[in-house]
């Protein structure tokens, strides 16, 4: 398909919106670009999206599909940017299995999208992914970045931040296995000393102990910055996987019941 065979208005638009260097665009957008009223433009994106041109994402905002992909398909790359258009001028950043995406830490395909948000939502589905909203009042937003990503720019959880939001909660991410690997890769660019910040500051033993467990696992602290941790720590108990159930080995350094084992952890790492 080329713009040879669209209508003279959905050509304009088509290459106006190729020029911006963006897929999704708002109504207002549209009607500007191709030169008509906004209920003009409705009916031309309504027959647009009929043939597969565009998808709506939600009222007033619509995603342009590449012509090479055909008319029946969703371009997944422009997912995060469907997301991010659709919340609007309020604070958010991507987190948990996306945030891992981003920053190329992931090793399991995950088409559901996550985003920290500043605004109480429910979750919802955008362009054909399921969208996550993860409330969290502003003051709980630190450790967020400014992301380039081909020709734009997201708000996602830094390294650190992401590592420590996925073994709060692994299940965003994949499990706690993924989890694991996303530490081992990235060890060359893990500030550990930010990351036991940010465990702190999550305000959760788990958190603290499950981070130590790995840190120290895939060697990625001193026998120092370790051992401080470790004593830092309550007497007491958490599981290594908080969606297993309370069984294994047990890590009294850490407080961590190992319902799974250092043998699995080393072995996903290892491939």
């Excluded at 040879?4 to 638009?13: H, M, N, Q, V």
């Excluded at 694991?180 to 893990?190: E, V």
Aim: glycine content about 8%; aromatic content about 10%; proline content about 5%.
């Amino acid at each position: 398909m080329h713009t040879k065979t669209l209508g003279f208005r959905t050509a304009r638009l088509f290459e106006g919106i190729h020029n911006t260097g963006q897929t999704a665009f708002t109504l207002e957008t549209a009607a500007s670009l191709m030169g008509v009223t906004h209920g003009q433009a409705a009916s031309i994106l309504h027959a647009a999206a009929k043939r597969g041109l565009v998808i709506p994402v939600k009222r007033g905002l619509y995603n342009l599909v590449p012509f090479e992909l055909g008319s029946a398909s969703f371009h997944l790359d422009n997912r995060y940017v469907l997301v991010r258009e659709s919340l609007g001028d309020k604070p958010y950043f991507f987190s948990y299995a996306s945030a891992l995406d981003l920053h190329g830490l992931a090793t399991q395909p995950n088409f559901d999208v996550y985003v920290t948000y500043s605004v109480r939502r429910k979750n919802t589905t955008i362009g054909g992914s399921r969208t996550h909203l993860i409330y969290l009042p502003p003051t709980r937003f630190y450790g967020q970045q400014e992301l380039p990503v081909g020709d734009t720019h997201f708000m996602v959880s830094d390294v650190e931040r992401t590592l420590v939001d996925a073994i709060a909660i692994p299940r965003y991410c994949g499990g706690l296995i993924e989890a694991a690997k996303a530490f081992f890769m990235a060890k060359t660019q893990l500030n550990t000393s930010k990351l036991i910040d940010y465990a702190h500051r999550y305000g959760k033993w788990s958190v603290l102990r499950r981070a130590g467990y790995l840190l120290e696992l895939f060697e990625l602290a001193s026998p120092s910055i370790l051992d401080n941790l470790a004593k830092s720590l309550p007497a007491g108990y958490s599981r290594l996987d908080p969606d297993l159930p309370k069984e294994g080995l047990s890590s009294p350094t850490w407080g961590l019941t190992l319902n799974v084992s250092r043998a699995e952890l080393l072995n996903a790492v290892s491939h």
